[in-house]
């Protein structure tokens, strides 16, 4: 595929902001006349409404199957969505991608390498914008926001866990952006790796 466009994933633990903050950072990128789609794994395809139905109870498969599905959901996202926009030269922001999975499978006792390696089909992100926060605040803030209704993902121990793989990336397509800070200095922290992203790769919108 010739990539004509930019691939942006926004990654992190559960309560870190993920969705607002794109929100946002598409919001800006319209305002300059970029071409945006916004898109979120899971997807709303079949496989993602079915990893929806684990959140309540992961018990339901293992983790394997669990992988197995999150990679068919993946294979779907990327030729429906994501390859199409970025031959057509749109931004791409994404909510969670393969680093996602890498994390989360791997919390649950997946190797690692072995589910980056299943997932090579994958395009490669021109940049990971990696929000972090310490899992307990982060718990604190699903907690505020949902009550005491939490899904298998969110677990004290859980976050602890992804968390720790999340800091183990070394990938250079990862910027690192502290999620605990106010909403807008985080913003203007992703709209500035954005901007030198696009310096970079003499990406130009429209207007």
């Known amino acids: 595929m010739s990539r004509q466009g930019l691939l942006i994933a926004f990654e992190g633990i559960d309560g870190t902001g993920k969705s607002t903050q794109l929100a ?20 709303d395809g079949e496989y993602g409404r079915r990893i929806r139905e684990l959140y ?9 199957e669990e992988l197995e599905l999150f990679t068919r959901d993946r294979r779907q996202h990327v030729r429906d969505c994501i390859e199409p926009a970025l031959a057509a030269g749109r931004i791409v922001l994404t909510d ?5 999975t890498v994390a989360y499978q791997g919390a649950a006792g997946c190797d690692p390498e072995q589910v980056f390696a299943a997932n090579s089909f994958a395009p490669e992100p021109d940049l990971v914008l990696l929000l972090t926060m310490e899992p307990e605040q982060s ?31 070394r990938h250079r397509c990862i910027t690192r952006i502290d ?12 709209r500035r790796a954005v901007l030198e992203l696009m310096d970079r790769r003499g990406y130009r919108c429209s207007t």
């Open 139 to 169: 718990l604190a803030r699903i907690r505020e926001l949902r009550g005491d209704t939490l899904n298998d993902f969110e677990q004290l121990d859980q976050l602890r866990r992804v968390a720790r793989l999340f800091a183990s990336f």
């Open 56 to 64: 309540q109870d992961r018990g339901q498969c293992t983790p394997e």
């Open 24 to 43: 946002l950072l598409a919001d800006f990128l319209r305002s300059r006349g970029c071409e945006v789609v916004q898109t979120r794994e899971p997807t």
């Open 179 to 190: 999620a605990a800070a106010p909403l807008d200095r985080v913003q203007a922290e992703i």
């Open 96 to 100: 969670r991608y393969y680093f996602s």
